[in-house]
């Protein structure tokens, strides 16, 4: 392939193809008819030699070489776009924008509460509000812009040609404790951790597997086990019950001070998850967008 064969128009396309997986969509992104993005993707297809992409329903799925290229596609067209831009400088302190975000109560309270704080004073007009995760439908509200962000808990990446995935912190599980509780003082053994009433809080599936795997290193009977349907039900539940509920460190520590919980010292094998920020490729070049994801990046819970 020759740089001759490949002029700007049909990069502009292909990185909109990347991001909408769709002609139609694309077409509308780029004020362009459907037959003619038809016509560049043929054309693309041709320079490249290879199909780019395969339709899978109503959507286009992209092949191992569009995949391979579109992170670099991707940078061409920032760059292109970057230098038609307006030379006014980007000023968060007049933006009037609302973002939506997909998370679990976790995030909730470990990041989107410090996120208001701190734009109350360099962003008084944008507002972020949190919306519940879905994991049937997240991935869709993200591409159809119900939703500008994703936060979730998960052991690993899972990166895809449309979404951005940002690690933002690694927590460890620990677990509470009442601070009345005989186990909140000392060191624990595992026949009087495993003798306990614990409570466990749902988590997504992966990491739920994971932690019940741990529980399972200290043969605590999961029948005996009480489940609990959110972050602040197992809370509740342990104070109540007078029971042990074993949760993200970052939760801990912001709920530090606020509920009679104390940790409790034992030899768990160590269990960790990551909490990665995610969005569509589509906001990559909106100002607005990237300097908000970089003040959430700022609200991530310290390793401390």
Request: proline residues 6%; negative net charge.
């Amino acid at each position: 392939m020759h740089l001759k064969e490949l002029d700007a128009n049909l990069v502009v396309v292909l990185d909109a193809l990347l991001i909408d997986a769709s002609v139609t969509k694309a077409a509308k992104r780029l004020g362009r008819s459907p037959s003619a993005i038809s016509h560049a993707l043929a054309n693309l297809r041709e320079v490249f030699a290879d199909d780019l992409f395969v339709r899978a329903g109503q959507r286009l799925v992209p092949t191992a070489k569009a995949l391979e290229i579109a992170p670099t596609i991707h940078v061409i067209v920032t760059g292109i776009e970057s230098l038609l831009r307006p030379a006014t400088p980007f000023d968060p302190a007049t933006q009037e924008r609302a973002f939506t975000v997909l998370c679990r109560e976790t995030s909730e309270f470990t990041l989107l509460q410090p996120l208001r704080e701190r734009l109350k004073a360099s962003a008084p007009d944008i507002s972020v509000a949190g919306s519940s995760f879905e994991p049937e439908s997240w991935t869709e509200k993200l591409r159809l812009g119900h939703a500008q962000f994703a936060i979730i808990e998960a052991l690993a990446e899972e990166p895809g040609a449309e979404l951005h995935w940002k690690l933002l912190f690694e927590d460890a599980w620990i677990t509470l404790a009442p601070k009345n509780h005989p186990l909140a003082k000392g060191e624990v053994t595992q026949e009087t951790f495993a003798a306990q009433n614990h409570v466990v809080i749902t988590a997504p599936p992966k990491i739920q597997e994971h932690l019940l795997s741990t529980l399972a290193a200290y043969q605590i009977p999961f029948g005996e086990v009480t489940w609990a349907s959110s972050l602040f039900a197992g809370l509740f539940l342990a104070l109540e019950a007078n029971a042990l509920v074993t949760l993200p460190a970052s939760v801990a520590k912001a709920v530090d001070g606020h509920l009679q919980l104390a940790s409790v010292r034992h030899n768990q094998p160590k269990l960790t998850n990551k909490t990665f920020l995610i969005w569509h490729r589509s906001n990559d070049r909106d100002e607005c967008h990237s300097w908000l994801r970089d003040e959430i990046a700022a609200c991530a819970p310290s390793k401390e």
